[in-house]
């Protein structure tokens, strides 16, 4: 298991350099994800409204690859509690709504997940798209494996978020 120290791979951030996971204004300034939903940095937004954006990812891990994130800045995977199931499930279904749009209809052949911290390039809470699966790369596919430390899909992370108390 990677930690945070230089030596490994970027992917490994997970929280904010101050520390602040949820700023009470809803962006973080230091944020990649809440420039690119503030339109601060010149990305394309796919759908944007007050809960949540999309966008394509800059490293597609997949012929289509968006992330869905909420407008607003939420921590990673791990700072969510029962009260963002309904953010989740709204995200995946903006992931499949973008798929849609995009003449994909196979949800056999998607995935839609997150990075488990402290495997998060950035601490933004972000959902991966990717299609179709089976025209992934070695890389990408070991990247976004199912049932690992890394990569958690969005059924499951709804299902953990269930079992809190």
Partial sequence: MATNDQSAPETTVSVAEDGNNSPKDGYDKKCIFCKIVN???GTELLHSDEEISCFRDIKPGAPHHYLVVP??????????????????????????????KNNITDLEDVRFGFHWPPFCSVSHLH??????????GFISRQFYRLNSYWFITAEQLIQRLNSLG
């Avoid at 800045?73 to 309904?86: A, E, M, Q, T, Y």
């Fill in 39 to 41: 339109k601060e940095m």
């Fill in 71 to 100: 407008s607003k800045h939420v921590g990673n995977c791990k700072s969510l509690g029962k009260d963002h199931i309904p953010l989740v499930e709204r995200m995946v279904e903006m992931g499949k709504e973008i798929l849609q």
């Fill in 127 to 136: 959902l991966h798209v990717l299609a179709p699966v089976s025209q992934m």
